[in-house]
Each structure stands twice: as structure tokens, then as C-alpha cells.
């Protein structure tokens, strides 16, 4: 699977928009690029997913580079809720199932 | 609601001591997976159960096991507990669609373990 690479943390203003980078610049044309968020104590959540075309669904909008090598997940208006660590992960999906190798991810703090 | 259900949310055990982690699924998903997240660290998967068929993880220790009785409970069991398996264990499910497709993970909330 590709690695992943994302800012340790990042701050956004309570309302404002969310912009978190990833960067995959080995990733092979088969990969998807999923977006997971854990918030304090609970467990990772899926937020969005997608391959080539830019998604959204009703938690996140997910914009992929032409070239693939990267993608940002936007929250267009963070709540205080929204402060997770946010991880950005490649991968292939095989019929034994969809493993996941979870990277660093990106810490983030809304403010009020 | 279908979910995905870890009791209880706190374990102590005791140096040494075998302990056995639950999880249940009320999604009917055919994969279950058991990672182990240790403080500030991202989740890493231990293995995974594709219907009956365990998969284990190159690295992961000898000391873990699984077991999967039926679809909707999977157990993860630690044979003899060292300082540095406290963590938490998150189990998480998943359809495993025939013929691949895009799947999401289903995770719990978790079972954070301390060994004393």
C-alpha cells in the first residue's frame, strides 16, 4: 500500500472551513483514497472515500488531484465536535477484505 | 441500531494473567478485524477473520490469539499479558464483498486494557 503523508496537527476557527492535506505520491492507479477520524476515546470513524473523481457526502467533501499524488478532506464549517485526529489512508481493495494501515494522521483542534 | 458492540470499555488484569477481549456484531459482516492502539499511536491491525478464515499479521506476537465461534462474535485473547500490551483494542467489521468493491470499516468503541 502507498504510504501517506500528513501535517501532525492543525488548527481551525469554530465555523470555518476544515482543509487537511495528504499526500501520496506512490500511490498506483488501483488505490482509493479513504478517510477515517478518531475522535478522543472512541473509535475511528469512516468519513469518505473515493478513487479519482472528487466525492461528498454529508459529513466531508473530498477533492483528489489530477495526478492522484494528493487529496485534501474539507469540513466546510468545523464544529468543537469535529476535533479528531484525521487519518488519510491508500489502499487496494481485495476480496479478503479492506485492511487498513493507519499512518500518523493529522491532529485537529477546533477553536472556538 | 446495528453496531458494532465491545464490553466492557475497561479491562484490568493482572501481570501474566490470561485475558479475554469481546466483541459482537450486529451488522452480519462477513470480516471482523482486531487492532491494538497503544497511547498516542495509530491503531495497527493484530489480524482478521474473513468469514472462518483467520489471517494473521507478520508481526503480531504469538501471545495473541482470536476466535470467531459465529458470524457475530469474535474474541481476542491475550495468553499471558506484559506491561507493554496495555492499550486499547479496537475490533471493527467490514462486508468483505465477493469479487472486491469498495468497503468502509465499522469500528467499535473499543476496550482499553491495563495490566498491572
Known amino acids: 500500500d502507498a504510504k501517506t503523508t500528513q501535517p501532525t496537527s492543525m488548527d481551525c476557527a469554530e465555523g470555518r472551513a476544515a482543509n487537511l492535506p495528504c499526500n501520496h505520491s506512490?500511490?498506483?492507479?488501483?488505490?482509493?483514497v479513504y478517510w477515517y477520524r478518531q475522535i478522543h476515546s472512541q473509535g475511528p470513524q469512516y468519513i469518505i472515500h473515493?478513487?479519482?473523481n472528487n466525492e461528498t457526502n454529508e459529513m466531508a467533501s473530498l477533492i483528489i488531484t489530477e495526478d492522484r499524488k494528493s487529496s485534501t478532506l474539507i469540513l466546510p464549517h468545523a464544529t468543537l465536535r469535529d476535533t479528531a485526529v484525521y487519518y488519510c489512508?491508500?489502499?487496494?481493495?481485495?476480496?479478503?477484505?479492506?485492511?487498513?494501515?493507519f499512518g500518523g494522521g493529522t491532529r485537529l483542534m477546533v477553536k472556538p | 441500531d446495528a453496531m458494532v458492540i465491545q464490553n466492557p470499555r475497561y479491562q484490568v488484569t493482572q501481570f501474566g494473567k490470561p485475558v479475554t477481549l469481546s466483541c459482537s456484531q450486529t451488522?452480519?459482516?462477513?470480516?471482523m478485524y482486531w487492532y491494538q492502539q497503544k497511547s498516542s499511536q495509530a491503531p495497527k491491525l493484530l489480524f482478521h477473520?474473513?468469514?472462518?478464515?483467520?489471517?494473521n499479521e507478520a508481526d503480531t506476537p504469538d501471545n495473541f490469539q482470536s476466535r470467531r465461534p459465529n458470524t457475530s462474535f469474535c474474541f481476542l485473547d491475550i495468553r499471558s499479558p506484559g506491561l507493554g500490551d496495555a492499550a486499547m483494542y479496537l475490533c471493527?467489521?467490514?462486508?468483505?464483498?465477493?469479487?472486491?468493491?469498495?468497503?468502509?470499516?465499522?469500528f467499535g468503541p473499543g476496550t482499553r486494557l491495563l495490566v498491572l
Open positions: 489512508i491508500v489502499r487496494v481493495q481485495d476480496n479478503a477484505g479492506n485492511m487498513l494501515t
Open positions: 473515493g478513487l479519482k
Open positions: 477473520y474473513y468469514d472462518k478464515d483467520f489471517n
Open positions: 471493527a467489521t467490514s462486508r468483505g464483498l465477493a469479487g472486491g468493491g469498495q468497503e468502509t470499516q465499522y
Open positions: 451488522l452480519n459482516h462477513n470480516v
Open positions: 506512490t500511490i498506483s492507479g488501483n488505490e482509493y
